[in-house]
């Protein structure tokens, strides 16, 4: 049947996300109607209604499959909201660590709900719940710890799509003490084991660098690595090569197929051997979406040899979305895995027509060095190009470097990838095999500091990223009708029809070429992001020709948090760092964030106490250091002009708007009458100001803690507030975006 799993596929990853989007009733009652129409056409002898029949059929199944997992695992976990309890449960992956919190996923085993009299226990819950739990107690815990732990659960908002892709359900902060009960180890627990194991192997014998980076290349294992790289990968488009998927399974898998050819083993045995390689390696990297999609692929070309099979490729990745999706209904919202479905779509039905068209000009005399080349380009262009409208939509940004990078750095690792592969086994011989370790470990550390040092120098440029909005995939939708044109222009016999296609290919290219003019140069774009840093935060306003950033981190790695936000926007420098309050940690902050000439100029508040501190900071940068007593004014030319309040916050003047950023909620009219803008953003920590006049502000910006946010969410209900977000994490920013013209 051909290509009948890849149209499935593909059908159930968009009823996938009509999950979420859509009340769940809709999904019982489209099953429903599939179903009914699915049976219709199985009773039809042609063999093209007995295909359609069974698409349909399988997307019902999908369709009462995602019913009867909300029904199981959503509602209950909606009832558990804003209750108090006590879990005991086992911790299933690694803690992250987030500054002042850090979080792990507990499966829960017993439920015991806080009632007034007593405590009451609940059978029917959720099996996944996201716990977040305060620094001090992070040393303790390790992944199958089974512990008893107090916890309040609260309303999942704008993430919980995510969440629920990773089939987590509810979330809750700790209320006190965590007890460890002891360890529960299930029979996958030798695949956690062995992933540390390699990751102390590369601490011990590479650099911290490369030890950080071949375990995020190798396992996955990203945790290690400082916010400051990962911004930069971001920004360069490459945050896919430290997200285990297709690229290094496929790599493993004809590693592991060489060895066992050169073995003469059978192809029958070849893929049993090649299907128990495929369960380790996904099972070392914790079955994460995209590295799941790669396994399920893979494992049907296995099966197809021990079958005696051959498998088609677009059909292997419908099959692997459609189990995906079965096993994980709101799959649609993993990020990494839409992106490892898209890009592997992509290589296989965009990049033979972009190399038919890469060939046209050697007329089939093109030598394999070039061919190779031209290769890797069309590989990386209908990559990009499949997986642009996520990215837009997820990120809001696009990278303008991102082929560039992924030129630079595809061969390279993929060199280290099969490096690091004979390294692991070497590293564990003994002592007498040491300079073979040594060598194989130069090896790999030159072309590691390659990449590293590609990723970062290509991440410093300002004006490689470009903030975009859903209205900006206009040219994308534009190019496609004009490559579908093309397509259709060279597969067309009559004359007309070709001068048709090439017409209306024409005109959609000179569509995009306008549309890209309009949305770039008449369209300047202001940017306010709220950035939650520890236990305070900042605020990132850009326009056109100006930054600013009002406060800083509170210890060095806050301060690659908040450098990550300004990388998001494009920008890799500040004209000014407001600081309404200055404390001994700020001035490590401030200090780290300046390091490198990244901001030109600091205003900063008059401390006796902190003489030392700001001397420090003159020492290590070559900003200008302005301090003041109570309110200091800051001018950029004519379309910016800032004041700073002491303890109260500041405001940021462009010429049709004015940010009010405010650390003081009792400060607010003071900072209200600086404003001189038509329109006014309000950006505040913690707490809504008591006096607040919703109408005073077209958008109000709130990074808080999640504890903090049920009052929020009470107080914008009695004052009627529809233009406030807010943010609870401390990895995500809330961003908001207005286009003006200057």
């Given at each position: 049947?051909?290509?009948?799993?890849?149209?499935?596929?593909?059908?159930?990853?968009?009823?996938?996300a009509?999950?979420?989007?859509?009340?769940?009733?809709?999904?019982?009652?489209?099953?429903?109607?599939?179903?009914?129409?699915a049976?219709?056409?199985?009773?039809v002898?042609?063999?093209a209604?007995l295909?359609?029949?069974?698409c349909?059929?399988?997307?019902?199944?999908?369709?009462?499959?995602?019913?009867?997992?909300?029904?199981k695992?959503?509602?209950?976990?909606?009832?558990?909201q804003t209750r108090?309890?006590?879990?005991?449960?086992?911790i299933?992956?690694y803690?992250?660590?987030h500054?002042?919190?850090?979080t792990?996923?507990?499966?829960?085993e017993?439920?015991?709900?806080?009632a007034?009299?007593?405590?009451?226990?609940?059978?029917?819950?959720?099996?996944?719940?996201?716990?977040?739990?305060?620094?001090?107690?992070?040393?303790?815990?390790?992944?199958?710890?089974?512990?008893?732990?107090?916890?309040?659960?609260?309303?999942?908002d704008?993430?919980?799509?995510?969440?629920?892709?990773?089939?987590?359900?509810?979330?809750?902060?700790?209320?006190?003490?965590?007890?460890?009960?002891?360890?529960?180890?299930?029979?996958?627990?030798?695949f956690?084991?062995?992933?540390?194991?390699?990751?102390?192997?590369?601490?011990?014998?590479f650099?911290?660098?490369?030890?950080d980076f071949?375990?995020a290349?190798?396992l996955?294992?990203?945790?290690a690595?400082?916010?400051?790289?990962?911004?930069?990968?971001?920004?360069?488009?490459?945050?896919?090569?430290?997200?285990?998927?297709?690229l290094?399974?496929?790599?493993?898998?004809q590693a592991?197929?060489f060895?066992?050819r050169l073995?003469?083993l059978?192809?029958?045995h070849?893929?049993l051997?090649q299907?128990?390689?495929?369960f380790?390696?996904?099972?070392?990297?914790?079955?994460?979406p995209?590295?799941?999609r790669?396994?399920?692929t893979?494992a049907?070309?296995?099966?197809?040899?021990?079958?005696?099979?051959?498998?088609?490729?677009?059909n292997?990745l419908?099959?692997?979305a459609?189990v995906c999706?079965f096993?994980?209904p709101y799959?649609?919202?993993?990020?990494a895995?839409m992106?490892?479905?898209?890009?592997?779509?992509?290589l296989?039905?965009?990049?033979?027509?972009?190399?038919?068209v890469?060939?046209?000009?050697?007329?089939?005399?093109?030598?394999?060095?070039?061919?190779?080349?031209?290769?890797?380009?069309?590989?990386?262009l209908?990559?990009?190009?499949?997986?642009?409208p996520?990215?837009?939509?997820?990120f809001g940004?696009?990278?303008?470097?991102?082929?560039?990078?992924?030129?630079l750095i595809?061969?390279?690792?993929?060199?280290?990838?099969?490096?690091?592969?004979?390294?692991?086994p070497v590293l564990?011989l003994?002592?007498?095999?040491?300079?073979?370790?040594?060598l194989?470990v130069?090896?790999?550390?030159?072309?590691i500091?390659?990449?590293?040092?590609?990723?970062?120098r290509?991440a410093?440029?300002?004006?490689?990223?470009f903030?975009t909005?859903?209205?900006?995939?206009?040219?994308?939708?534009?190019?496609t009708?004009?490559f579908?044109c093309?397509?259709?222009f060279?597969?067309?016999?009559?004359?007309?029809?070709?001068?048709?296609?090439?017409?209306?290919?024409?005109?959609?290219?000179l569509?995009?070429?306008?549309?890209?003019?309009?949305?770039?140069?008449c369209?300047?774009?202001?940017?306010?992001?709220a950035?939650?840093l520890?236990?305070?935060f900042?605020?990132?306003?850009?326009?056109?020709g100006?930054?600013?950033?009002v406060?800083?981190?509170?210890?060095s790695?806050?301060?690659?948090t908040?450098?990550?936000?300004?990388?998001?926007t494009?920008r890799?420098?500040?004209?000014?760092l407001?600081?309404?309050?200055?404390?001994?940690?700020v001035?490590?902050?401030t200090?780290a964030?300046v390091?490198?000439n990244?901001?030109?100029?600091?205003?900063?508040p008059?401390s006796?106490?902190?003489?030392?501190?700001?001397?420090?900071?003159?020492?290590?940068?070559?900003?200008?250091?302005?301090?003041?007593?109570q309110?200091?004014?800051?001018?950029y030319?004519?379309?910016?002009?800032?004041?700073?309040?002491?303890?109260a916050?500041?405001v940021?003047?462009?010429k049709?708007?004015s940010?009010?950023?405010?650390?003081?909620?009792?400060?607010?009219?003071?900072?209200?009458?600086?404003?001189?803008?038509?329109?006014?953003?309000?950006?505040?920590?913690?707490?809504?100001?008591?006096?607040?006049?919703?109408?005073?502000f077209?958008?109000?910006?709130?990074?808080?803690?999640?504890?903090?946010?049920?009052?929020?969410?009470t107080?914008?209900?009695?004052?009627?507030?529809?233009?406030?977000v807010?943010n609870t994490?401390?990895?995500?920013?809330v961003k908001?975006r207005?286009?003006y013209?200057?």
């Amino acid at each position: 049947m051909v290509r009948v799993f890849f149209y499935s596929g593909m059908a159930i990853l968009l009823c996938s996300a009509a999950l979420t989007l859509l009340p769940p009733c809709f999904c019982l009652i489209l099953g429903g109607v599939l179903a009914l129409a699915a049976l219709i056409l199985l009773m039809v002898k042609r063999s093209a209604g007995l295909r359609l029949g069974i698409c349909l059929l399988l997307v019902a199944a999908f369709c009462f499959t995602g019913y009867f997992n909300f029904l199981k695992n959503v509602r209950p976990a909606l009832q558990l909201q804003t209750r108090t309890a006590t879990v005991i449960g086992t911790i299933v992956d690694y803690p992250e660590d987030h500054g002042d919190i850090f979080t792990y996923t507990l499966r829960a085993e017993q439920l015991l709900l806080n009632a007034a009299p007593g405590q009451q226990k609940i059978t029917d819950f959720p099996r996944q719940l996201k716990i977040q739990v305060v620094d001090s107690t992070k040393t303790s815990l390790q992944v199958f710890d089974q512990i008893k732990i107090p916890v309040k659960f609260y309303t999942l908002d704008e993430n919980k799509n995510s969440l629920y892709s990773n089939k987590i359900y509810a979330s809750a902060w700790v209320q006190g003490s965590v007890n460890k009960l002891g360890q529960n180890r299930p029979f996958y627990a030798v695949f956690y084991s062995f992933r540390q194991t390699v990751t102390k192997a590369f601490c011990r014998y590479f650099s911290k660098e490369a030890a950080d980076f071949s375990s995020a290349l190798l396992l996955g294992n990203r945790q290690a690595l400082d916010a400051r790289f990962l911004a930069c990968a971001r920004v360069t488009g490459v945050s896919h090569v430290l997200v285990v998927s297709g690229l290094h399974l496929g790599i493993i898998f004809q590693a592991f197929d060489f060895v066992f050819r050169l073995l003469r083993l059978s192809k029958r045995h070849c893929g049993l051997l090649q299907l128990f390689v495929v369960f380790a390696f996904c099972a070392v990297c914790g079955f994460s979406p995209s590295i799941m999609r790669a396994g399920l692929t893979y494992a049907v070309i296995a099966l197809g040899r021990v079958l005696r099979l051959k498998p088609e490729p677009l059909n292997s990745l419908g099959f692997a979305a459609a189990v995906c999706c079965f096993l994980n209904p709101y799959l649609s919202f993993n990020v990494a895995a839409m992106l490892s479905f898209f890009a592997t779509f992509g290589l296989l039905f965009g990049c033979p027509y972009v190399m038919r068209v890469f060939l046209l000009p050697f007329r089939g005399h093109c030598k394999k060095p070039v061919r190779a080349v031209l290769l890797a380009v069309a590989q990386t262009l209908t990559a990009e190009y499949f997986t642009f409208p996520i990215a837009v939509l997820v990120f809001g940004y696009i990278s303008l470097i991102a082929p560039i990078t992924n030129l630079l750095i595809g061969y390279p690792t993929t060199i280290t990838l099969c490096l690091l592969l004979v390294t692991v086994p070497v590293l564990f011989l003994p002592p007498v095999f040491n300079p073979l370790k040594k060598l194989l470990v130069f090896c790999c550390e030159k072309p590691i500091q390659y990449i590293t040092t590609v990723i970062r120098r290509l991440a410093e440029p300002e004006g490689i990223i470009f903030d975009t909005t859903l209205e900006q995939l206009l040219p994308y939708f534009l190019v496609t009708a004009a490559f579908v044109c093309l397509i259709i222009f060279t597969h067309l016999q009559r004359q007309r029809l070709r001068f048709l296609a090439a017409a209306l290919a024409g005109f959609f290219g000179l569509s995009t070429a306008l549309s890209c003019g309009y949305l770039i140069y008449c369209r300047p774009v202001l940017t306010v992001q709220a950035v939650k840093l520890g236990y305070g935060f900042s605020a990132v306003i850009t326009t056109p020709g100006q930054t600013v950033l009002v406060g800083a981190g509170d210890s060095s790695q806050n301060c690659n948090t908040l450098q990550s936000a300004l990388l998001k926007t494009g920008r890799n420098s500040a004209s000014v760092l407001l600081l309404p309050e200055l404390s001994r940690s700020v001035a490590i902050g401030t200090t780290a964030l300046v390091q490198g000439n990244k901001v030109s100029a600091v205003l900063y508040p008059k401390s006796g106490a902190l003489l030392s501190e700001v001397t420090e900071l003159r020492r290590q940068s070559t900003a200008k250091l302005v301090a003041y007593n109570q309110t200091a004014f800051y001018e950029y030319g004519t379309a910016l002009n800032a004041a700073c309040v002491a303890s109260a916050g500041a405001v940021v003047n462009l010429k049709s708007c004015s940010v009010i950023v405010l650390t003081n909620p009792s400060a607010l009219y003071s900072l209200t009458r600086l404003a001189t803008g038509k329109h006014k953003i309000l950006v505040c920590y913690a707490a809504l100001p008591p006096s607040l006049n919703p109408a005073e502000f077209e958008k109000i910006l709130v990074s808080c803690a999640a504890a903090q946010k049920p009052a929020i969410e009470t107080f914008a209900r009695s004052a009627g507030m529809k233009n406030i977000v807010y943010n609870t994490n401390a990895t995500q920013t809330v961003k908001w975006r207005k286009h003006y013209v200057e």
